[in-house]
């Protein structure tokens, strides 16, 4: 794709500078050691492969969820996002489960997704978790806004934390927001903040020597809750 450089100056958004996430591994409700690290753009093609199928699943909201993360990830790989992020969860180099959102300013996080590819192991929940402690304990800031486009989304962040209402609207549109500040975090984060540091270095080289994808047929299984991995 030819590339006009002056021009890309003024199209690429603002980046502030965003201290990596270090890596972590939480052992899962089946056993399963799932690898929770930082995706950087060029794994962004690789991701595409396993958000795409779910785009066409009614379940829970997973088509509009994978629709919207979809776009997000191309944004961020054509430099059209502000100071984005995404995080993965892997097992076995596969890809079960993606977070991602930026930062709005220093001290302002903006949370846009959290999809779970498979189900029943509160992989969306452990990845949640990861992305609000990206934003309060390694990005350093004050608060994080948030909205769900699911029951479930409202049950496991607003009511889970919980998080406290505002009057303040969203990127994303839909409700207001809901915010998660640094007092809101600590309280929570005993009960839902989970994993070990660092990374044995076998599961770490696994999980960043390629991120694997499950074929369609095998992704909707595990969205349905019918197959574990």
Excluded at 76 to 96: F, T
Excluded at 161 to 189: C, M, N, Q, V
Aim: glycine content about 8%; charged content about 25%.
């Amino acid at each position: 794709m030819a590339v006009d450089v002056e021009l890309e100056a003024l199209l690429r958004p603002r980046q502030y500078p965003m201290p990596p996430y270090p890596p972590k591994v939480i052992t899962l409700a089946n056993g399963k050691k799932m690898v929770v690290r930082q995706a950087v753009r060029e794994d962004v093609p690789a991701i595409l492969k396993s958000v795409h199928p779910c785009m066409f699943i009614q379940r829970d909201f997973y088509n509009i969820v994978s629709a919207r993360l979809y776009g997000e990830l191309l944004a961020w790989y054509y430099y059209r996002a502000k100071s984005p992020y995404c995080l993965v969860g892997q097992v076995d180099g596969y890809l079960v489960g993606i977070v991602n959102g930026r930062m709005e300013n220093e001290k302002v996080g903006m949370s846009y997704h959290t999809l779970a590819i498979d189900r029943g192991l509160r992989i969306g929940s452990h990845l949640f978790a990861a992305k609000m402690e990206y934003h309060i304990e390694y990005l350093g800031q004050e608060e994080v806004l948030i909205v769900a486009e699911s029951p479930i989304g409202h049950r496991r962040w607003m009511i889970e934390y919980p998080l406290e209402p505002t009057t303040i609207p969203h990127e994303l549109g839909g409700g207001d927001s809901w915010r998660l500040t640094r007092e809101l975090y600590f309280a929570a984060k005993p009960r839902l903040v989970v994993g070990d540091r660092p990374v044995p270095q076998d599961l770490m080289d696994k999980a960043e020597e390629a991120i694997l994808f499950a074929d369609d047929d095998t992704i909707r299984e595990r969205i349905a809750g019918l197959k574990g991995r």
